[in-house]
């Protein structure tokens, strides 16, 4: 049997980085609040890496592991010239977290990038892939990677979370 190739191939797939200003459309336009990846982060995926959206879980500054799906690649519905990692947690929080420190785990795919037709339409494929990464998503699985090295590790000197600001949408 020859070795894994194509989406889920490198998975598990651990990735942590600062959380930055993405472009703006996640809980704005889509409904959907993403903290998107510093530069860095992305540059370090593998060249042959899949573009696509993804699940798995994610930790801000080293809090409780949670759920999350995200998505990965140049987001062809915008024609974004940049490639991002954008992450929406499944659960909702009071204040953003720009500057805190993400760490994920990636432990499965769920589709392919592509472009819709409508905002409609992309609103509707997220709300899938949501629905599709809850389903997905064990408690076994929670419990085995909240006792990983990877998260139980202290965030990088010099990560130390920044003050929380509040905002009017929830991230």
């Known amino acids: 049997m020859g ?20 472009f703006g459309r996640g809980g704005k336009q889509l409904g959907c609040p993403t903290a998107n990846l510093e530069d860095a982060t992305v540059s370090d995926l593998p060249v042959d890496f899949d573009c696509g959206v993804y699940y798995g ?20 519905q915008f024609k974004n010239t ?10 909702s929080f009071d204040d953003d977290f720009y500057g805190s420190f993400l760490k994920i785990v990636i432990t499965g795919f769920v589709r392919p990038m592509t472009s819709f037709s409508s905002l409609d339409e992309l609103v509707k494929a997220i709300d899938e892939d949501i629905r599709i990464a809850r389903e997905k998503l ?16 202290p965030i990088p000197s010099g990560s130390q979370p920044p003050q929380h ?5 929830k991230l």
């Open 3 to 22: 070795a894994k190739r194509g989406p889920g191939a490198m998975l598990p797939y651990f990735a942590s980085g600062r959380v930055v200003t993405g």
């Open 57 to 76: 879980f994610a930790s801000v500054d080293g809090g409780p592991l949670n759920g999350m799906v995200m998505s990965i690649g140049w987001n062809p």
């Open 82 to 91: 940049r490639k991002s990692m954008e992450v929406h947690i499944l659960r």
């Open 138 to 153: 064990t408690t076994d699985d929670l419990n085995k990677y909240a006792a990983h090295e990877f998260f139980n590790t």
């Open 165 to 169: 600001h509040d905002v009017n949408g």
